[in-house]
């Protein structure tokens, strides 16, 4: 499975983002179980912000929650994290995921700034 961010940028603190994951597998395949967003701060080990399953259960860091929004277009094959009201401790390197028959894909990470 191929993944491609994209979304990242500067933006001021209250400002909003969305980031897309293109994947290269049909989203609704029975063998993808999970779609997630990570990230990695400065300095920060990865991790997770927002997922959702096939059966479209979402769940949320606690950071996060009511200010993120995690979908997806089945159609286009595209994972979206709509991020609102960012904050300055957003700022990190976002990472999509997949399990996809059980193993793990990572897409390259896009860079999300948020300024005070």
């Known amino acids: 499975v191929q993944l491609q961010a994209s ?3 500067l933006v001021r603190a209250g400002g909003s983002l969305r980031l897309s994951c293109a994947a290269s597998e049909n989203l609704e395949s029975i063998y993808i179980s999970k779609l997630s967003w990570y990230r990695q701060g400065p300095g920060m080990g990865r991790d997770l912000v927002a997922s959702l399953t096939t059966r479209g259960s979402t769940n949320y860091a606690d950071s996060v929650n009511g200010r993120f929004t995690i979908s997806r277009d089945a159609a286009k094959n595209i994972v979206y994290l709509q991020m609102n009201s960012l904050k300055p401790e957003d700022t990190a390197v976002y990472y999509c995921y997949v399990m996809y028959r ?6 390259q990470g896009t860079q999300v700034t948020v300024s005070s």
């Open 102 to 107: 059980f193993a793990s894909y990572w897409g």
């Open 7 to 9: 979304g990242g940028g």
